[in-house]
């Protein structure tokens, strides 16, 4: 068993028993750890960043009992908030709420404050709940498949897809507040531990020109106030921008780098826009939603491909997840390097003829183990697909026996490893469980192979990057009570960030 770790000038300088490590320190600040357990510094594979901290500075509706209490909070925000400006909340999941309610509506939040446009967005980030004076506020042209309408065609106020990205457009944070967020944010990871994000674009770009989430990195880089390690992902809009610059996966430093284009195939299954096959149990005539056609899709490919750029594509609903590798086999011969990583983000209805394609092709498996926390008995699976469902989504054992490379992140739903460590560790199927030591390498080693920087972190071992977790209690010897351990101390860079090393 390992003893010490040292760090120096940010990077792992030795590893082994205590004198070792001794033997090579030179006045070393010491940290006593008391045979806590140590690990490399969680990286979260897929997450949205600047999301974490909007949460933290609007109201935060993921914990909420009922719709009353959702309510309350966004009452509460609207009563700090000046007349006429936004009233935000997140996270909403109304499948935690009591039998019988619904998600919010118009009539909800036109209570909320009529002086106030309010939107409220589900924590799929995939469909939204707006009032009356929200309507009036977003351009809903082109999009109006996605507004839900009454019977007499009066708009419900529920958005879906596109209409949810308007909202998102219109009231993402820009400027010194996305530094704020970003700030909140970093603070947030460090609490749980985690030292690197691989940030993906949401579904629709916050504007046409520029991107407020880039803009924010970057900003914090040049101020040397990043904090945290950041790969991100660009949006599809921007493929064409990014190519002609000629600039591959890879491009920046250790703190912040470009991870290559992310793109949509599909919605979500709690908006019911997930792609499958056969229809909703509970919308017996929807099948779902393809948000980017395939022709469009495969263009979006060779534009990458044409800089090596890696990509990242959200799929899962299995129709979406067999479109999108269709696609990228296609384009496979047109990288220049031998091993583009392609990525599938989520693959939460993958096949068996679908994830032993992925093998054979080398496509990175990202997904959430998180995601388990609605696969049991009346989750979202079970409401929206029946219960058959249940055992057959979020095949983590599956991908793994199957030898993809499988990479862990949170989509911020919430964001936490030792939450989705929990979760996957603990999963109700065999199909969906791994081992403590698998889930903590797809959230360390292995995500860091689906970055490209697995050279540079995922283990403590010398000369690699001094990012590192240290816990209160072992999850190899708790693997039941994962989720209530503590994160005692976060490292970055070989310095401490959060906790008191006493």
Request: glycine residues 10%; hydrophobic residues 40%.
């Amino acid at each position: 068993m390992t003893e010490a770790v040292l760090f120096r000038d940010g990077r792992v300088a030795a590893v082994g028993d205590t004198e070792t490590v001794e033997m090579v320190a030179t006045d070393p600040k010491t940290v006593d750890l008391d045979d806590r357990t140590v690990l490399p510094g969680f990286n979260d594979a897929h997450t949205h960043l600047l999301s974490v901290g909007i949460d933290r500075l609007e109201a935060d509706l993921a914990d909420t009992d009922d719709r009353e209490e959702a309510l309350s909070l966004l009452e509460e925000n609207a009563a700090g908030t000046d007349p006429g400006d936004w009233v935000l909340g997140y996270n909403f999941d109304e499948t935690t709420w009591p039998d019988g309610e619904e998600r919010l509506t118009r009539t909800d939040l036109d209570a909320v404050s009529e002086d106030h446009p309010v939107a409220a967005m589900r924590v799929d980030g995939h469909a939204a709940a707006v009032n009356g004076l929200a309507i009036g506020r977003i351009d809903l042209n082109g999009v109006e498949r996605d507004v839900n309408r009454d019977d007499n065609g009066t708009p419900t106020g529920v958005l879906v897809e596109d209409a949810a990205g308007r909202v998102k457009k219109a009231t993402y944070p820009r400027g010194e507040k996305a530094r704020r967020a970003l700030a909140a944010a970093t603070d947030r990871a460090h609490e749980l531990g985690v030292t690197s994000v691989q940030n993906m674009s949401g579904l629709t770009a916050p504007q046409e020109f520029g991107s407020p989430i880039h803009a924010a990195f970057f900003g914090a880089w040049r101020d040397d106030e990043l904090g945290i390690r950041v790969t991100f992902y660009v949006h599809s809009g921007k493929a064409e921008s990014l190519s002609d610059l000629e600039i591959a996966s890879g491009f920046g430093d250790n703190w912040l780098r470009i991870g290559g284009l992310k793109t949509f195939s599909d919605g979500s299954l709690g908006a019911r826009t997930g792609k499958i096959s056969g229809t909703y149990v509970d919308d017996p005539d929807n099948d779902g939603t393809i948000v980017t056609t395939e022709s469009d899709l495969r263009e979006l490919f060779r534009t990458a491909a044409r800089a090596d750029q890696q990509i990242a594509t959200h799929a899962l609903g299995d129709v979406a997840i067999d479109t999108v590798l269709d696609c990228y086999e296609a384009v496979l011969d047109d990288y220049r390097v031998p091993d583009p990583r392609l990525r599938v983000e989520h693959l939460e209805l993958a096949t068996d003829a679908a994830i032993d394609r992925m093998a054979e092709l080398g496509i990175v498996a990202s997904m959430q183990p998180n995601f388990l926390q609605w696969a049991g008995e009346g989750g979202i699976y079970e409401t929206v697909l029946g219960s058959e469902a249940r055992g057959s989504n979020n095949r983590f054992r599956s991908v793994r026996d199957a030898d993809v490379p499988l990479a862990f992140g949170s989509d911020t739903m919430p964001l936490g490893p030792l939450h989705g460590i929990h979760c996957v560790v603990n999963a109700p199927h065999s199909t969906q469980r791994l081992s403590v030591d698998e889930a903590i390498a797809a959230y360390t080693r292995d995500a860091a192979y689906a970055e490209f920087t697995e050279a540079e972190k995922g283990t403590l071992e010398p000369g690699k990057l001094a990012d590192a977790v240290v816990l209160g209690a072992d999850p190899f010897a708790e693997p039941e009570s994962i989720a209530d351990i503590d994160v005692d101390l976060t490292v970055v860079d070989g310095e401490i960030v959060h906790g008191d090393p006493g």
